[in-house]
């Protein structure tokens, strides 16, 4: 069973329609007891930071989400759910996050000359070799985002999408796996992401 | 690099695919979940859905089309056709939409605009605009599907579309909708100058040279209907031509 966590914000049905289209179980919840039994979570996630921070908070989520990390059971964050897994965001001001992954959650300069947000399928390019990147080449995913992580340690970094600058694709810290992208949205290359999230071991 | 974008545009009525022809691989080529899935398997980079059904208790059938989509194709879409409020947008947007399209009901009030952006955000607001020529060489927009001139500027409009929230523009040329001549690149050129959010153009497409003219002038995104429905163009060949052309593509 895969437990998609509900801390209150949008867009938590595609996750699961996309594990319902693998013949995966999952639930959708914000019950710790029920979370607690499954075998790995997904944080997903469309919305504002802060607001995202406030709403694992007022559930006892992030207490919840700090053991099971420490257990080393997998978490896999999607959009916000990954931005959330960093340090802190300067997204409306200066918010602290759940601090699984070192970086900081900001905005993209305009000084890149390009449409923001950055909308659209963009290519992974690999930083580092993973099981998470199983049958993945340079493929295309789609990314809708304002804001990005920066100053990562380079271990983390697993793959990237150009777009004026490095943004920060998938992110990894052992069990905690991020992804800036909606694999639920990205076609087959998205379906073996999200296969190789569930075969990790 | 980001990929252009080619978006099949699905006409529903009743439930139905309003016009296509008989692909070789679906027989239920009015379904719109079979013809959805079907441009996704072809490469189609998103997909728009337009509610063309006239009477309002007959939304919830739209609903459920919108929930069959969702549970089905795995790529994003769009939903337009029908949305007057907030509410509206909700609706969709728990339904699994990925984005909204507002046009007639932008212009009447457009603050629909803004109160969408704020509370979905401005990436599932898509400002959908048809223009037409006049004869000082500007462009006016048109509300109630073309048939009402309300005098406003077009490239104006679109950006203060920008401002109040919109995350794209679709702006529809009437001048060369159904001709299948090209897209109109005058009316992209010009809003691309004013523009800082994508653009997707629409209206015109007949072959392929039009698409990659259009994507060259500055379009983030080319729209077509009839051109993929009737089988004149296939979006697997149009996006390898495309990219034999240098314009980046995401290649299925």
């Excluded at chain 1, 949008?10 to 013949?23: E, M, P, Y």
């Excluded at chain 1, 796996?177 to 992401?193: A, N, W, Y």
Aim: hydrophobic share 40%.
């Amino acid at each position: 069973m895969i437990g998609i966590i509900d801390y209150g914000v949008g867009n938590l049905k595609n996750v699961s329609g996309a594990l319902d289209r693998l013949n995966v179980e999952n639930i959708i919840t914000d019950d710790i007891l029920k979370l607690k039994k499954c075998e790995k979570l997904i944080l997903p996630g469309v919305g504002a930071f802060m607001e995202g921070m406030k709403g694992l908070e007022e559930r006892g989520l992030d207490l919840f989400l700090r053991k099971w990390v420490e257990s080393g059971k997998y978490i896999l964050g999607i959009c916000l759910g990954m931005q959330l897994l960093f340090d802190k965001s300067y997204e409306m001001g200066e918010c602290e996050g759940l601090k699984f992954i070192k970086g900081e959650i900001i905005k993209f300069s305009p000084d890149i000359n390009l449409k923001i947000p950055h909308m659209g399928w963009n290519c992974l390019l690999k930083n580092n070799d993973d099981d998470i990147l199983k049958n993945i080449g340079k493929d295309y995913v789609y990314f809708v985002h304002s804001f990005y992580a920066s100053e990562l340690n380079d271990e983390n970094l697993i793959a990237y999408a150009d777009y004026g600058v490095k943004v920060p694709a998938i992110v990894r810290n052992k069990n905690v796996i991020g992804m800036q992208f909606h694999p639920e949205k990205s076609d087959k290359i998205g379906k073996q992401l999200l296969i190789n999230y569930l075969e990790l071991r | 690099m980001l990929a252009k974008r080619i978006i099949p545009c699905l006409d529903v009525d009743h439930g139905r695919v309003v016009k296509g022809k008989n692909f070789v691989d679906i027989k239920d080529v009015d379904d719109p979940v079979k013809l959805g899935e079907h441009y996704s398997k072809m490469g189609a980079d998103e997909l728009v859905f337009y509610d063309i059904t006239a009477s309002s208790e007959e939304r919830d059938i739209f609903i459920n089309t919108v929930e069959n989509i969702a549970r089905k194709v795995s790529i994003p879409f769009t939903i337009g056709g029908g949305i007057k409020s907030c509410d509206d947008f909700r609706k969709v947007l728990l339904a699994g939409a990925d984005k909204v399209s507002i046009n007639s009901q932008a212009v009447k009030n457009p603050k629909l605009i803004t109160d969408g952006a704020k509370r979905f955000g401005s990436q599932c607001v898509v400002l959908s605009i048809d223009a037409k020529r006049n004869d000082k060489g500007s462009f006016d927009v048109y509300i109630k599907g073309g048939r009402e001139n309300t005098y406003i500027d077009a490239i104006e409009w679109a950006k203060r579309g920008e401002e109040l929230g919109a995350g794209e523009i679709c702006i529809n040329s009437i001048d060369t909708d159904g001709v299948k001549d090209g897209f109109d690149l005058e009316l992209i050129e010009r809003l691309n100058e004013v523009l800082t959010i994508p653009i997707i153009a629409s209206g015109g497409a007949g072959k392929i040279e039009d698409f990659l003219n259009v994507l060259n002038a500055g379009a983030d995104a080319a729209l077509a209907a009839s051109v993929f429905h009737f089988g004149e163009i296939n979006i697997k060949e149009l996006k390898e031509y495309l990219s034999a052309n240098d314009v980046e593509m995401r290649l299925v």
